[in-house]
């Protein structure tokens, strides 16, 4: 895959639409290899592929960069775990997960509340392309609970008087964050990640017909 061919907006619905239930890649695969981009074409493609391949790695050090920030300040670090979840439910395979998750949990003490969180059924009209499913959580659209936590995280952030550090904190993870994706060597086996992932993408879809 010619990762200098993928577009940021591409990148992004990657992002959203890939399973962050993998675990983070091991460290010593982490700080492996870093080498200078020889071009500005191969640093745009190395990126973009550290920036996918080590997804969860990248996630867990800004989270990491943001609690050492607050170790002095609980309330900050509650407004930290809050922003993760509100950050983590705009990808969809963490929604359906945590969504699949409670429900299961509900259903043990009331199976009539979580027969109510379940999504509602959307109709299939024959010869008609089915259209993209909705990601619901406990029976609501999504967006009402990214609504609802991103209210909840500014009020937390506000309350704790950690917002100009929570900035510098963020700007910091970010920066690192771009820094290792930008002269870690892209290995073999991020590669062969990216090929396995393109033939299930194309299998999904040639089994969708």
């Avoid at 993928?6 to 992004?12: A, S």
């Avoid at 200078?36 to 997804?55: D, E, G, I, Q, V």
């Avoid at 964050?177 to 990640?193: D, E, G, V």
């Amino acid at each position: 895959m010619d990762w200098g061919n993928v577009t940021t907006e591409d990148l992004i619905d990657a992002l959203r639409e890939v399973d962050w239930s993998s675990p983070p890649r091991p460290l010593a695969e982490f700080f492996s290899k870093f080498t200078f981009p020889r071009s500005h074409a191969k640093w745009n493609s190395r990126l973009k592929c550290n920036l996918y391949y080590y997804r969860t790695n990248y996630f867990i050090m800004i989270i990491f960069i943001l609690g050492m920030g607050f170790l002095r300040r609980p309330l900050a670090i509650v407004a930290s775990l809050v922003t993760a979840l509100n950050i983590a439910f705009l990808n969809d395979s963490f929604a359906v997960t945590f969504n699949e998750k409670v429900t299961r949990t509900v259903r043990q003490f009331s199976p009539h509340l979580a027969a109510k969180m379940r999504p509602p059924m959307v109709p299939v009209i024959r010869g008609r392309p089915s259209p993209r499913k909705a990601i619901h959580i406990c029976g609501k659209p999504r967006w009402m609970f990214v609504l609802i936590f991103s209210a909840v995280s500014c009020i937390l952030w506000i309350t704790s008087c950690g917002l100009l550090t929570v900035l510098w904190a963020f700007a910091i993870g970010l920066l690192a964050t771009i820094l290792h994706a930008s002269f870690r060597t892209p290995n073999l086996k991020a590669r062969l990640n990216t090929f396995r992932e393109e033939f299930r993408a194309v299998w999904r879809n040639y089994s969708e017909l």
